[in-house]
């Protein structure tokens, strides 16, 4: 079994930077995909970026290409997302996500075994 905690959400005016952090623990050598999901509220969950930590691909939700970073640490089991320029419509339950799977499904929240409890994100 995996466990993942998240944290640094928070309040932050628009066009501001949050960075979130994502810690996994357990079985991290069984984990080859970790990925951020958000969901805005009354929606389902949709995926923000993923890592393929086999070989290192990441991919990006279009909406948010150029705004946010991944940042995978391999030693620490921590995947990072850093987030820039800000909108308000960013405003959302960020969640982090990993599987043993390879990714291929990233988009849907479904394929992914592990979740944590999520960090909320309010841009006003």
């Known amino acids: 079994h995996v466990q993942l905690v998240e944290s640094g959400g928070g309040s932050v005016q628009a066009g501001g930077s949050l960075r979130l952090s994502c810690v996994a623990s357990?079985?991290?050598?069984?984990?080859?995909?970790m990925a951020w999901f958000r969901q805005l509220p009354g929606q389902g969950r949709e995926a923000v970026a993923v890592?393929?930590?086999?070989?290192?691909?990441?991919y990006y939700r279009d909406s948010m290409k150029g705004r946010v970073t991944l940042l995978h640490t391999r030693a620490n089991n921590t995947l990072d997302l850093q987030m820039n320029r800000l909108k308000p419509e960013g405003t959302a339950m960020y969640y982090c996500?990993?599987?043993?799977?390879?990714?291929?499904?990233?988009?849907?929240?479904?394929?992914?075994?592990?979740w944590g409890q999520g960090t909320q994100v309010t841009v006003s």
């Open positions: 357990g079985a991290t050598d069984t984990v080859k995909c």
């Open positions: 996500a990993a599987d043993p799977g390879s990714c291929i499904r990233w988009t849907y929240s479904g394929a992914f075994n592990y």
């Open positions: 890592i393929y930590t086999g070989d290192g691909r990441e």
